[in-house]
């Protein structure tokens, strides 16, 4: 399709001056279709935007690595983000009094947990190294799940939609799964759905109560620290 | 905004320099929260313009997610020929871990509960 587009703007169309701005317009797209489905779990504004920049991409011929250079920036904001998670961590760490002990051995079994089942089913089915490392760090968020993907030798973009799909299945099973197994306490319930469906679980534990959603916010941090601390050090020993 | 933006990223620095320094397999990035979340301990929480940048910075995180994860471009062969394993992995064993992880938060809970009204 390279006749479509001159190539006097091949130049352009890999600079920052086009891809930020096509970056921004394909989340404030994703942003406007999700409130406008009322909030609908699987029009996540990522999902969205992510698509249609690979669409924009794809129609315009350009490479993925030469948008990425040009889109460069916005990734940079990803990890200056991952250190402000600080801020919501330490305003939500004293919930953690009211249920110190359970919530805490909870975390460190959970986090395991979260992780083997995934890189044990993929195993099974015949997955790939890569692919089960890309897996395992699929419940904590994506800041996070991205970083330690690259640190043990996952795909870091696979990662991330890995991450987005887990928060997902949770965020839309949560309540089914309270009822069957008569779970009402909402401090199991958020802290539960924050350690293993991170951020999209939580924006669906804030909808059931604010205490819900703390508790979920508070778990989702703990579990991400937790995760990308040990998982590296896992992977490095086995390997 | 700019002294705090400068102060966060100011720890992400600090991060990525202890991650090589000490060729960390943590990312540098978590390294640089966890600084930063001692460093908020010590001075005693967040003033209002370190929250505000923070909170701004936060409420577009879905946005930061997309360069990288347009990436998914690259592994089309992947996710084709190993989807039914990574969507098993993803649905079944999120599942799984789940209905885990509320079972022993309900159980821990009972027994801190049980132990609590027997020292009372």
């Given at each position: 399709m390279t006749e479509l587009i001159p190539t006097a703007y091949s130049e352009l169309l890999t600079s920052p001056v086009f891809c930020i701005p096509l970056t921004l317009a394909a989340y404030l797209i994703g942003v406007k279709v999700y409130s406008l489905s009322g909030k609908n779990t699987f029009l996540q504004p990522v999902v969205s935007g992510i698509i249609l920049v690979m669409l924009a991409i794809s129609i315009l011929d350009i490479p993925y690595e030469r948008y990425f250079k040009g889109a460069e920036i916005i990734h940079f904001l990803l990890s200056t983000a991952t250190v402000a998670l600080a801020i919501p961590l330490y305003q939500n760490?004293?919930?953690i009094r009211a249920t110190f002990r359970p919530l805490l051995l909870t975390l460190l079994m959970s986090g395991i947990i979260a992780c083997f089942s995934a890189v044990a089913i993929a195993w099974l089915l015949g997955a790939s190294a890569e692919i089960m490392l890309s897996l395992a760090p699929k419940s904590i968020t994506t800041p996070f799940a991205m970083?330690?993907?690259?640190?043990?030798?996952?795909?870091?973009?696979?990662?991330?939609?890995?991450?987005?799909f887990t928060g997902i299945v949770i965020a839309v099973c949560a309540t089914p799964?309270?009822?069957?197994l008569k779970i009402d306490d909402?401090?199991?319930?958020?802290?539960?759905?924050?350690?293993?469906?991170?951020?999209?679980?939580?924006?669906?534990?804030?909808?059931?109560?604010?205490?819900?959603?703390?508790?979920?916010?508070?778990?989702?941090?703990l579990m991400g620290v937790y995760t990308s601390i040990f998982l590296p050090y896992i992977v490095r020993l086995l390997k | 905004m700019l002294p705090s933006l400068t102060l966060i990223i100011l720890f992400q620095l600090a991060g990525t320099f202890v991650q090589q320094h000490f060729n960390s397999p943590i990312p540098g990035a978590?390294?640089?929260?966890?600084?930063?979340?001692?460093?908020?301990?010590?001075?005693?929480g967040s003033n209002e313009k370190l929250q505000e940048t923070g909170s701004r910075l936060l409420k577009h995180l879905p946005l930061l997610f997309i360069p990288a994860g347009v990436g998914i471009l690259v592994y089309t062969e992947e996710l084709r020929t190993q989807g039914i394993a990574i969507v098993a992995s993803l649905t079944l064993g999120s599942l799984i871990a789940f209905v885990i992880t509320l079972l022993i938060f309900k159980k821990l809970t009972a027994i801190q509960n049980t132990t609590r009204a027997h020292n009372d």
């Open positions: 760490l004293h919930y970083g330690v993907a690259e640190s043990i030798g996952g795909y870091p973009p696979l990662t991330a939609g890995f991450v987005i799964i309270f009822k069957w909402p401090i199991i319930q958020g802290a539960s759905m924050g350690m293993i469906g991170h951020g999209i679980a939580t924006a669906r534990a804030l909808e059931l109560s604010s205490k819900t959603g703390a508790f979920s916010a508070l778990s989702m941090g | 978590v390294i640089g929260m966890i600084l930063f979340f001692l460093y908020l301990c010590l001075a005693g």
